[in-house]
């Protein structure tokens, strides 16, 4: 085996390399606070984040469950909401029309600007968190859903037909499980917004969160517990997208040799 | 077994009214392996799906076995050029669909379904495979899967659209002697459709010749040649060759310099 195969193919290497990037971009990070001698209220070291993390683990971790559940609430809320709109979408095209520049408008908007309706509305408890999640999500995962069930081949739709199956067999016995790769490149885009959701939901108006947490730390200028924050979630959001990756290959082990 | 009676399609295109199919007359006996042969357009294609009820014909009437087809019938099954098979689906249950899709069958009616599943997969050579997924199988393998697919509910006629057609010319060989066999095994009517003067000669009792656009009947040739026959080692290389030398002829009459559709002239 060259090295170059080695590389692109072996197991070790898949998340040897990976490691290997964080590890680099970890130590440049390091020297660009050494050499150009950054103080570190404008930008800690790895260090002094690390430090920070081990003064108040339980706090930080308690606040990243606060935000994974929030997270996970609003994305579970984007699935149930959104398979079905989609479903209605490929089914006809009267509420293909009706919905989509509507869909199209509300996520062209900025999420940030209902961020302070959402807590007139909701309050400061975890419901304008959760919907706010449930906001990002919905899109990707009504698009990507109905784009999925449209795509389904022709000769397997007339397969169907042909053996008389009824419309509710051929969305749950075709449509739906051929959209499944297509469902899940959404959920993966949609799960990287459900954090960022999350988080500015809980800029606006929170008393918890790692976004709370972020905020805080802005008033009284500690940088070091913001970058700890910041280094949860993008944990948080890394193990996350993986959780997906992981469920995909174990539903779908069609899918990847298919593709 | 089927009867066609002044069967006429036409298309609504956007260039205008497109007509597929003219005045088809037909009748298949029980048993019989008919062949539709034709140019691409001459609506061979169009006229296999209208006897599957796919498609509701223009004008005329179409019966299989004594009734007038009015959609999908559960004794006619349909084999596509293409194997379609769900992806996700195991060779066995792939070709358990129809028996599911149906359902009403008794828990024991279905596990002799299931034995009938695993008898067709042994016939044409797959067992063994029957846990398979589809991408892990050739294409002429998957087409095998396919077969025994529309086998599985005893279909008193068997429509195929080009069945071989996407395959390599030693497996569409291997495969068409397997059909033959299976063929004479099983005793069902066929209604094949293709664009090989070979295949036509090798399976059928009867080719029809259609003309293209619109498609219309030009001639029903008997092939009285003894079976099992295969394009290798035929004893009858006289009479194929003659056989063929007329199709060809029959359908490269049909070569007309304008290959406009009907509704822009």
Not at chain 1, 93 to 120: C, H
Not at chain 1, 191 to 212: P, R
Not at chain 2, 117 to 129: P, S
Request: some cysteine.
């Amino acid at each position: 085996m060259t090295t170059r195969s080695w590389l692109t193919h072996s197991r070790t290497a898949a998340v040897l390399l990976p490691a290997i990037g964080l590890i680099l971009a970890l130590a440049l990070w390091w020297l660009a606070t050494i050499v150009f001698s950054i103080d570190s209220y404008l930008l800690p070291d790895p260090g002094d984040v690390l430090v920070t993390f081990l003064d108040q683990p339980g706090y930080l971790l308690k606040e990243t469950g606060v935000s994974l559940v929030e997270t996970l609430e609003g994305f579970l809320l984007a699935i149930v909401v959104g398979v079905p709109v989609a479903l209605l979408i490929v089914r006809s095209v009267i509420v293909e029309r009706l919905l989509y520049p509507l869909l199209l408008g509300i996520n062209a908007i900025p999420k940030i600007a209902i961020a302070p309706l959402l807590v007139v509305w909701f309050g400061f408890g975890q419901w304008p968190k959760v919907l706010m999640v449930l906001l990002v999500c919905f899109f990707p995962i009504v698009i990507s859903t109905a784009s999925g069930m449209k795509s389904t081949p022709v000769e397997l739709v007339e397969l169907l037909k042909s053996l008389n199956a009824s419309k509710t067999q051929e969305f749950f016995k075709l449509r739906l499980r051929y959209a499944m790769p297509q469902i899940f490149t959404g959920l993966k885009v949609a799960i990287s917004l459900a954090v960022i959701g999350s988080v500015i939901a809980e800029f606006v108006g929170a008393t918890s969160g790692l976004g709370y947490v972020i905020t805080q730390s802005g008033a009284s200028a500690d940088t070091s517990l913001a970058f700890a924050a910041i280094t949860l979630l993008s944990i948080m959001a890394i193990l996350l997208f993986y959780a997906l990756v992981l469920l995909e290959h174990l539903l779908l082990p069609w899918a990847q040799e298919t593709r | 077994m089927i009867r066609l009676d002044g069967v006429g399609q036409v298309f609504d295109g956007r260039a205008g009214e497109v007509r597929a199919l003219e005045e088809i007359g037909l009748h298949v006996q029980e048993n019989e392996f008919v062949t539709l042969i034709g140019r691409s357009g001459c609506g061979k294609s169009t006229l296999l799906r209208l006897i599957a009820g796919l498609l509701p014909p223009t004008s005329g009437r179409i019966e299989v076995a004594g009734e007038a087809v009015s959609g999908p019938r559960r004794d006619v099954s349909f084999m596509f050029q293409r194997p379609a098979l769900l992806p996700w689906r195991s060779v066995v249950s792939n070709v358990m669909l129809p028996v599911e899709i149906s359902g009403g069958d008794s828990e024991r009616g279905k596990a002799q379904y299931r034995d009938r599943a695993h008898e067709l997969l042994e016939l044409v050579g797959l067992k063994g495979f029957e846990r398979r997924l589809p991408h892990e199988l050739s294409g002429g393998m998957q087409q095998r899967v396919s077969l025994c697919r529309s086998l599985i509910r005893r279909p008193k006629v068997m429509l195929m659209d080009e069945p071989f057609s996407a395959l390599d010319a030693l497996t569409r060989t291997e495969l068409s002697a397997e059909l033959q066999r299976i063929q004479m095994e099983l005793a069902t009517t066929i209604v094949f459709v293709t664009h090989s003067i070979e295949e036509a000669v090798v399976l059928s009792d009867r080719v029809v010749v259609l003309t293209p656009r619109p498609g219309r009947l030009r001639e029903i040739v008997e092939i009285d040649i003894p079976r099992p026959r295969s394009l290798g080692q035929n004893a009858h290389l006289t009479e194929v060759a003659q056989i063929s030398g007329h199709l060809h002829g029959l359908l490269s009459e049909q070569e007309r310099p304008v290959d406009l559709p009907e509704a822009r002239r």
